[in-house]
């Protein structure tokens, strides 16, 4: 079936260092979803990507979707602790245009 | 209200018994999202509602489980017969219109443990 895989599944990184989760999809998908869940938390909403190869920046946080609209990442510039949490990307299940199938994650961990 | 809200925030169970989740939505959203979240992983999708009625609920995983929305805004996810697998964070989500191109919010959740 229909799959979507985040590599890397953990990632620790010194304070001030850069960090990229990377998402692919078996499948082509019509819009890619990041989402954010703090320890202890529920996911929040960050992003959504719609058209092949588009770039979407939020101050240190830039998004991209692959031009085969298969594959996505996001990139975080000069990480702060308040970036700790896990990072997740979500896509519409292929035949349904109303659930997302969500990948399994990558937990940031930030070094002070 | 603010944001969407899930209770009660953690329900313990023996196994076999039977159990309701609450979530109460963001008022004027049309679509609620009933998602299972086990420890390490993403959230699994369970059920969607557009309205009163369940537009998708092909993520149920067996006829233990089932959801109502009778008045189109609050939702009960109801567990009968429980097992130990069941234990896991269940989350729920509205979004304003529905679709998977939509922003969705989650509630806190509620966390489940069968014992």
């Known amino acids: 079936g229909q799959q979507v895989m985040q590599i890397p599944q953990y990632q620790h990184v010194q304070e001030g260092e850069d960090f990229t989760t990377y998402c692919n999809s078996s499948t082509t998908l019509s819009n890619i979803q990041w989402y954010k869940q703090r320890p202890g938390g529920h996911p929040v909403f960050l992003i959504q990507?719609?058209?092949?190869?588009e770039v979407k920046k939020q101050k240190r946080l830039t998004f991209q979707f692959g031009e085969a609209k298969k594959n996505s990442s996001l990139h975080i510039t000069a990480t702060q602790t308040t970036d700790v949490g896990t990072y997740f990307c979500a896509g519409p299940l292929m035949g349904s245009a109303r659930q997302l199938t969500f990948g399994s994650g990558t937990q940031l961990t930030v070094l002070p | 209200g603010a944001g969407v809200s899930q209770t009660p925030s953690n329900k313990v169970t023996e196994k076999g018994k039977y159990v309701e989740l609450r979530c109460d939505p963001i008022s004027g959203h049309t679509a609620l999202y009933w998602y299972r979240q086990s420890l390490g992983q993403g959230p699994e999708f369970l059920i969607y509602?557009?309205?009163?009625?369940?537009?998708?609920d092909s993520g149920l995983p067996n006829d233990r489980f089932f959801a109502v929305r009778p008045e189109g805004s609050v939702s009960t996810l109801k567990i009968q017969r429980t097992e130990r697998g069941d234990s896991a964070v269940y989350l729920c989500a509205s979004s304003l219109m529905g679709g998977a191109d939509t922003e969705a919010f989650f509630g806190q959740g509620t966390r489940l443990t069968v014992v």
């Open positions: 509602f557009q309205g009163t009625g369940a537009a998708d």
């Open positions: 990507l719609v058209k092949s190869g």
